[in-house]
T-cell receptor, first 107, second 114 residues
């Protein structure tokens, strides 16, 4: 099955800083999603991005399917960005989750 | 538009008790799934249903059963709960086959087995 590796595992930012989260996956995929799990445990859809680049406000994501990686960019971070960020490539009839990146944004 | 709704939100069970977690979606999606999330880990697939009337095992199906009651509802049953099943359970749905289209998740059920 697909193996997913996310980096870094932990990240502490000062409010206003920028960051890049990376997701590597081992096989060809049909789909890739980025989620934010907030401190209350809710999973929030950020991007559905099988390939290419998308932007939504301060967040953007790029997936290079041929090289088997995806990047999530967070600009001008805010304390509300804190939580866990998961990437989940899809293939073989399921989404496979990475272990996540824990982000803490300090004011 | 509620999306994916799970009940209950919290549950405490004694070892050996049984219970059913309920999930309903109002997006007319064909596929539904159950995942579990353990501390410090990502989500792992328990069972999925690619369409009404079909179910398949995921990565960690042991100790669970599922029922796709109709297109809207997909339930997860623990017949004899064990402490190893203490976890947060998420239901999800997507329009097409799992892994092919965007999936949407419920708010989770936090289950503790003592």
């Amino acid at each position: 099955g697909i193996q997913v590796e996310q980096s870094p595992p932990d990240l502490i930012l000062q409010e206003g800083a920028n960051s890049t989260l990376r997701c590597n996956f081992s096989d060809s995929v049909n789909n890739l999603q980025w989620f934010h799990q907030n401190p209350w445990g809710q999973l929030i859809n950020l991007f559905y991005i099988p390939s290419g680049t998308k932007q939504n406000g301060r967040l953007s994501a790029t997936t290079v399917a041929t090289e088997r990686y995806s990047l999530l960019y967070i600009s001008s971070s805010q304390t509300t960005d804190s939580g866990v960020y998961f990437c989940a490539p899809g293939g073989g009839n399921k989404l496979v989750f990475g272990a996540g990146t824990i982000l803490r944004v300090k004011s | 538009n509620a999306g994916v709704t799970q009940t209950p939100k919290f549950q405490v069970l004694k070892t050996g008790q049984s219970m059913t977690l309920q999930c309903a979606q109002d997006m007319n999606h064909n596929s539904m799934y159950w995942y579990r999330q353990d501390p410090g880990m990502g989500l792992r697939l328990i069972y999925y249903s690619a369409s009404e009337g079909t179910t398949d095992k995921g990565e960690v199906p042991n100790g669970y059963n599922v029922s796709r009651l109709n297109k809207r509802e997909f339930s997860l049953r623990l017949e004899s709960a064990a402490p190893s099943q203490t976890s947060v359970y998420f239901c999800a749905s997507s329009e097409l086959a799992p892994g092919l289209t965007e999936a949407f998740f419920g708010q989770g059920t936090r289950l503790t087995v003592v």
